[in-house]
């Protein structure tokens, strides 16, 4: 069976984070193996404390995991500080895994920030040149390079930039701008649009991790680069069509929609 990793925060809510990439992994096949890089006191309304992980454990756990299971692919979220960001990528450094899929996690969905300041010169550095595709939303991307991003040519604009600052392609989600949610993805060659269906929901709480774990489950199932992200555009789409409207918040994505329908047992998870 294929395996893998994502390290990144824990989500006592169970809808982001961990949760979401565990859930997404088995959803789509492969086994998943886990690097808790912080805990949050999460829900679908707010964030309402963060521990991070003492760097040494970070560090053990990661090497832990590669020193006896194979690891097909890696997906990294939410690292939140520079001491953080630099223990993971001089860990992966030694390792070298074939597939790293960096979701830059900045900001919850209600507004708490997940990233410190100080943290993404070094993301930039340390880690967006070791990853295999980037999938940064537009707010995240315009962090990224320090400038707006209103029209689809400036998603192409900040496609390019991203790549100049080390990234191999990436995946920028439009989900952020008017209308559609068109994702424009670049190998650093070439564009390709993912057109998306606008979902009027509000549970849309680990849509971004999800996306990001689902992308790594398909590379490591043995998919080219630009089918796995055409494959976990669909995934997301399911999962945010039929999301679960529980908490008094952004509820969760319905990451096991597929499997209940086979299963014939969906309706109760509608």
Known sequence: ???????????????????ADLKTFAANGVFGMSVITA??????????????????IIKDQIEAVFDDLPVDAVKIGMLSNPRIVQTVA???????????????????????????????????????????VITPNIPEAEVLIERPIITESDMKEACM??????????LLKGGHLP??????????????????????????????????????????KGYPLYESVQRAKAY??????????????HGPTNHFYEIYKRAGSAESFI
């Not at 805990?39 to 040494?56: E, G, L």
């Not at 410190?116 to 880690?127: F, G, H, R």
């Not at 930039?161 to 990436?170: F, N, P, Q, Y």
């Open 1 to 19: 069976m294929k395996t893998a990793l994502t390290i990144a925060g824990s989500d006592s809510g169970g809808g982001a984070g961990i949760q």
């Open 90 to 132: 001089e860990t992966l450094v030694k390792y070298e895994p074939r597939h790293l899929i960096l979701d830059p996690v900045m900001v919850s969905k209600g507004g708490h920030h997940l990233l410190e300041n100080d943290a993404i010169l070094s993301l930039t550095k340390d880690v967006i040149p070791l990853a295999t």
């Open 236 to 249: 997301i789409e399911i999962a945010i069509k039929h999301s679960l409207n529980i908490g008094k918040g």
């Open 179 to 220: 209308g559609d949610p068109n994702d424009l993805f670049f190998d650093g060659n070439r564009f390709y649009w993912l057109k998306g269906n606008r979902i009027h929901t509000k549970n849309t709480h680990g849509t971004g991790c999800t996306l990001s774990s689902a992308i790594a489950a398909n590379l490591a």
């Open 161 to 170: 930039t991203m790549v100049e600052l080390g990234a191999k392609t990436v």
């Open 39 to 56: 805990v949050t006191a999460q829900n679908t309304v707010d964030v309402r404390s963060i521990q991070n992980i003492d760097t040494n």
